[in-house]
């Protein structure tokens, strides 16, 4: 499960990337699209598998799962 701070930011990743893609398909090329086609498909995804690479790449998502166990015997 993703901390709160964790969801944040990789919302803020996401409306980032979006408006960064519609404003250069805009300006510069309508292949920018891809980049707002792909933000979706990765929201898509990860709420469907609960796995989001963006996790991964941005500080303060650590995962619990990463976190080194001690052997009780």
């Known amino acids: 499960m993703m901390s709160k701070t964790c969801q944040l930011q990789v919302r803020r990743l996401a409306g980032s ?7 250069l398909s ?3 090329s309508p292949w920018f699209l891809a980049i707002v086609g792909f933000v979706g498909l990765n929201l898509i995804q990860s709420s469907f598998t609960d796995a989001c690479p963006a996790e991964k790449l941005l500080p303060g998502c650590e995962s619990s799962d990463d976190t080194a ?4 015997a």
Do not use: I, Y
């Not at 990337?17 to 404003?23: D, F, R, S, Y």
């Open 17 to 23: 990337m979006t408006l960064l893609g519609l404003g």
């Open 26 to 28: 805009v300006l510069v």
């Open 69 to 72: 166990t001690v052997d009780p």
